[in-house]
């Protein structure tokens, strides 16, 4: 089977090892800078716009992934729910044939700020036409262009973008 068939065949269970991969990466590299205090809730569905929820303290990020092998981000559709977030972002990931991950592209405003809203970019279509033909407008979903997406390096770069400061978390210890 060919990588292009594997990701269209395989897309749901992709996006899943993308997310594992993903929160196991920035735990791992959150614990090597010494924070242990990151809560990751997930999503059942995405149906608010988001498929991960991460926190830190008083920081909470709703955020929305998009994968692709291309080099750079292209347009992406986004759900004006996550503009509704207190602090809602999207992270496109570039992924080889082979899911290794990077480099990373941000799209969001400063740790405990919202998402600027989306009304401005035009509305999405679904990918799928209707019994016309039709590709029929997405109410509640914005093109995003790929150029909107700020390249980062590395992971820990996105991290900072999520939680800002990165310096641990004192941690007193129980005295019993």
Known sequence: MT???SNYLYSTLRERI????FVGDAL??????????????RSEFDAH???????RGKIVRHI?????????PGTVSLSRALAEKPSGCAIWIRLESDLVMGPF???????????????HYPNSRRVTPN??????????HHEVPGA???PRSSLREILVDLFGDLTPTLVVEDPE
């Open 64 to 72: 929305q992934f998009k994968t692709a092998t291309q080099k750079k």
């Open 105 to 119: 592209f941000w799209f969001g405003a400063a740790p405990g700020e919202p998402l600027a809203a989306l009304d």
């Open 148 to 150: 909107a997406f700020v």
């Open 18 to 21: 993308v997310e594992h991969v």
């Open 131 to 140: 019994k016309t033909g039709i590709r029929p407008i997405r109410k509640n």
């Open 49 to 55: 716009g988001y498929d991960l929820v991460m926190a």
């Open 3 to 5: 990588a292009v068939a």
């Open 28 to 41: 791992r590299e959150l614990w090597r800078l010494g924070v242990y205090d990151v809560e990751v809730l």
